[in-house]
């Protein structure tokens, strides 16, 4: 089922996301769901708290070709950043019709839980890293525009306040909540 994805302005997304437990209640549902939901809206990743879950839950597509197919963040750490800074263009599916040049370190090393809870660690790079970096951010609370310098957050101080009053003009192939 294709979830609703909350928007700028909605509280889901500042606040820091909760712990998965073993026990909670339909979390295969909620994961095949926000995959469906990703792919729907055409996004590389989905944080929980974007669909109005506040669990430390995140899902990608793929992450490189020596990681294909989709992937399920329980619980996830990153424990290392290392690389330089690199900028590049950065888009979020709560923020629709904006996209902000955000620097990101190059590599992460990331441990999480499975859809089974054992625990997995992985390195990524490039790309793949700032994916994860991004979708980690939603689970802390952070959003891109809280990653960008005090005068480019000015310069587009119009849009976000229209688009938290739902007045924004941006069409978006998929269900949103403001």
């Known amino acids: 089922m294709i979830l609703p994805i909350v928007t700028y302005g909605h509280p889901a997304l500042k606040g820091k996301a909760e712990i998965v437990k073993e026990d909670c209640p339909e979390l295969e549902k909620l994961v095949g769901d926000m995959l469906e939901t990703m792919k ?6 989905l944080a929980a708290p974007q669909v109005n879950r506040n669990l430390r839950l995140f899902v990608t597509g793929p992450l490189g070709e020596e990681d294909p197919g989709d992937h399920v963040f ?18 979020c599916l709560s923020i629709p019709g904006l996209q902000l040049s955000l620097l990101r370190q190059e590599h992460i090393r990331i441990r999480y839980q499975t859809l089974d809870f054992s625990w997995e660690e992985k390195s990524y790079s490039g790309w793949s890293a700032r994916i994860l970096q991004h979708e980690y951010d939603h689970l802390e609370g952070i959003l891109i525009t809280d990653r960008i310098i005090p005068e480019r957050k000015r310069s587009i101080k ?19 909540i403001q």
């Not at 729907?40 to 990743?45: D, L, Q, R, S």
């Not at 424990?79 to 888009?91: R, T, Y």
């Open 40 to 45: 729907a809206a055409g996004g590389a990743g």
């Open 74 to 91: 329980i619980n996830p750490e990153i424990i290392q950043f290392s690389g330089l800074f690199q900028g590049m263009l950065e888009a």
């Open 158 to 176: 119009s849009f976000l306040h229209k688009l938290a009053q739902g007045r924004a003009k941006v069409e978006v192939p998929y269900p949103t």
